[in-house]
């Protein structure tokens, strides 16, 4: 198949272009600079060159404080965006899946949503995501959604500045005595290689629609980072930062944990649970820093 990823130098992007590409497809990687979301005759000029069978959009306005302060620019990449690749991706024929967020739950079940729970999103973030979503469904035949959350990879991820969650708690725990972490933020961290790996699953079926796809199981930020600690031996001290102590700018679910459950049923799940996906990350991450000899 001849896929186009968008957002090819994110952090989940980059992830994405590698295992297309280790499953023998050709990958058209397109970047910022390649392409405008919200510009119907940019999305149009960079698919039409390349003619895509699938479009795999993973960019995004996604920093939750930024798409706040500027909301028209959130709608215009987030769901403007989702409707031009849809659009094109119909006129074409072609395929399209678009990354949904766990932020379209309000956090209020306390329980794993599963596709069919009625969405309910706190923020201009998860508003705009879902308008992409309802984009993708409404304009495009065949689409794959499929709702991630608290992603982390090796690349950067380029809107939140660079360092995702393993990686600053490594940082910080570096330069600390002492960590402090919210305990009352219930997510599944979900390395991106096995975002991309479903993607691939997803990419070789018709099986049309809305998926969650996270990694198994939840914990609060707080036993991830106890977690990345244990796994990596680090002697830093880790407390459960007091309710209050780190207030939110924009709101945001306090739980957003994610059954995969449509992935199931389709027999098409890939997913470990979060220890797992963690440690593969910390096994990797290790290997690349061993110098070669
Ligand atoms: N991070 C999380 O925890 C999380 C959780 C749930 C869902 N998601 C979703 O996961 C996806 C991937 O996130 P990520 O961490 O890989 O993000 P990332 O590293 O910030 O990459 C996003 C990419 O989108 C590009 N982009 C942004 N605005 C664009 C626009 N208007 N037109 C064209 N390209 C644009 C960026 O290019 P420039 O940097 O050059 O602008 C970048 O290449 C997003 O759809 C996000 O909503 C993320």
Not at 7 to 14: C, D, I, K, P, R
Not at 83 to 96: F, L, S
Not at 113 to 131: M, Q, R, V
Not at 242 to 266: D, I, Q
Request: net charge negative; with cysteine.
């Amino acid at each position: 198949m001849k896929i186009a990823v968008l957002g090819a130098n994110g952090q989940l992007g980059s992830d994405v272009c590698a295992a297309f590409l280790r499953n023998g497809d050709e990958v058209v990687g397109l970047t910022h600079s390649d392409l405008e979301l919200g510009s119907a005759s940019s999305v149009n000029e960079a698919l039409s060159a390349n003619l895509p069978d699938l479009v795999v959009n993973t960019a995004a306005m996604h920093h939750v404080e930024k798409c706040e302060a500027d909301q028209v620019a959130a709608f215009t990449a987030n769901a403007i965006g989702a409707k031009n690749v849809a659009e094109w991706a119909k006129a074409a024929g072609a395929a399209v899946a678009y990354i949904g967020t766990d932020y379209v739950f309000d956090g209020r079940k306390n329980a794993p949503y599963l596709e069919t729970d009625a969405t309910s999103p706190l923020n201009t973030y998860g508003i705009s995501k879902l308008a992409g979503e309802n984009y993708t469904a409404a304009t495009a035949s065949k689409y794959f959604v499929l709702r991630v959350s608290a992603i982390y990879g090796h690349q950067p991820c380029r809107a939140k500045g660079g360092l995702n969650f393993v990686e600053l708690m490594l940082k910080l725990s570096r330069e600390r005595d002492e960590l402090r972490v919210v305990d009352d933020e219930i997510v599944t961290p979900t390395p991106t290689t096995q975002i991309a790996a479903q993607l691939v699953a997803l990419s070789r079926s018709t099986a049309y629609g809305t998926y969650h796809g996270t990694a198994e199981g939840s914990c609060s930020w707080y036993e991830f980072a106890r977690e990345i600690f244990l796994a990596t031996g680090s002697k830093v001290r880790l407390e459960k930062a007091h309710p209050g102590e780190f207030p939110a700018k924009v709101p945001r679910p306090k739980y957003s944990v994610l059954e995969n459950h449509a992935l199931k049923e389709a027999q098409l799940n890939v997913y470990t649970d979060w220890r797992e996906g963690l440690h593969e990350y910390l096994a990797a991450r290790a290997q690349a820093q061993v110098p070669a000899s």
